[in-house]
């Protein structure tokens, strides 16, 4: 579907990755690859390269291959759909993902076993109507579809990067070191705080060429191949796996490798600047559109406190949605603690949301 420095190739290149925008997706590939000729529509046969593994429910592989293959697909689910099939035992897809349900947690929990960190923070969606409005939205990813997709997509990548290091291919290994959680308080429950709090002890994610265990996912290596339609790096990861397969060379070089994870990581990080920074403006402009609807009591949130330094504003995040802010709070507000706000306005320009803490009555 796309060679090897063609014109197709030699844009998705520059682009690095696909860009998601509340207002509109900026596509890495063209939507008749991605959005058709490439995906796994049902009822249509599609090549593709596959991992095929035979998994007991306590989650041990027993063995895998990887594969050259035809992809049949019989049906297309959101996720909601699926949750739906997963928890109706009357449901003709139920018996399928219920058991693969099963598998995916028992492997979760192997992870977490092994020091894996797992940080479930909802996502917020948000999308414009057509008459300008911002409607915002709230996606918890602890579904069990969503942990479910999540798992197969890890478990995928972590055998892949077993494979590259067996076979001695190039590859783009993604690693990390595990977070230090010594002297953690595992008495603070899960949310915002807990979340921050973790995040502040995990260390960054690298990338070389050589294997190393990745600490973060609690698995000992880890290459990022399953989604070639909207990010480059696994684009060239499927085409050195699936060239190796054909003709027992790899069509990169190490060298070659490198060079595109390397770029890649400098240019995904910025996509993802780019994508929460809109997702601010238009979340700004949701609060903005909250106030000029206000009937004049005020419109009020409450929010849990992160951090609370002196001499600074605190750092919070709202409890009805993922938003993080800073504000000031008298002192004797605490980490954890949850307090009301009232919004008093909205500056676009500096992309703020200004703030001010209501005390509690009496």
């Known amino acids: 579907l796309i060679p090897r420095d063609g014109a197709i190739d030699r844009e998705a290149d520059l682009r690095m990755a696909s860009l998601y925008l509340p207002e509109r997706k900026i ?21 593709a390269l596959s991992l095929l593994a035979r998994v007991t429910e306590s989650g041990d592989v027993l063995d895998w291959e990887v594969t050259p293959s035809v992809v049949h697909s019989q049906a297309a689910l959101s996720y909601e759909e699926a949750d739906d099939a997963i928890a109706d035992t009357g449901h003709p897809w139920h018996k399928t993902l219920a058991a693969i349900d099963r598998v ?52 995928c ?37 807990r979340r921050h709090m973790v995040i502040r002890r995990m260390l960054p994610a690298d990338v070389g060429t050589v294997p190393a265990p990745h600490g973060g996912l609690g698995v000992p290596s880890y290459v990022q191949a399953t989604s070639p339609l909207r ?35 400098v240019q995904v990080r910025e996509l993802a600047r780019l994508e929460e920074d ?25 929010a849990i406190v992160l951090d609370n330094p002196p ?37 676009l320009w500096q992309r703020v949301a200004q703030f001010v803490h209501v005390p509690p009555a009496g």
């Open 311 to 347: 001499r600074r504003p605190a750092l919070l995040e709202l409890a009805e949605y993922p938003f993080r802010f800073r504000s000031e709070l008298p002192g004797v507000c605490a980490p954890g603690e949850t307090v009301t706000l009232r919004l008093r306005g909205v500056d």
């Open 27 to 47: 596509p890495m590939l063209p939507p008749g690859i991605s959005d058709r000729m490439g995906s796994l529509a049902p009822g249509e046969k599609r090549a």
């Open 278 to 302: 809109r997702k601010r403006h238009w979340f700004l402009k949701y609060l903005k559109q909250s106030l000029a609807a206000d009937d004049e009591d005020g419109v009020f949130f409450q």
């Open 157 to 193: 990548n972590s055998l892949l990067a077993e494979y590259c290091r067996r076979e001695g291919l190039p590859a783009a290994y993604r690693t990390q070191d595990k977070a230090n959680l010594d002297n953690f308080d595992a008495d603070i429950a899960d949310g915002p705080l």
């Open 104 to 155: 995916a947690a028992s492997m979760r929990r192997r992870r977490e076993e092994a020091g894996a960190v797992v940080l479930e923070r909802p996502e917020m969606s948000i999308a414009l109507t057509e008459s300008g409005d911002v409607e915002v939205s709230v996606l918890a990813r602890t579904t069990p579809a969503r942990q479910m997709v999540a798992e197969l997509m890890i478990l």
């Open 231 to 265: 990010r480059y790096s696994d684009l060239i990861m499927q085409r050195q796996i699936s060239g190796y397969l054909r003709s027992g060379q790899p069509p990169y070089s190490e060298e070659e490798v490198v060079s595109v994870a390397h770029r890649a990581d």
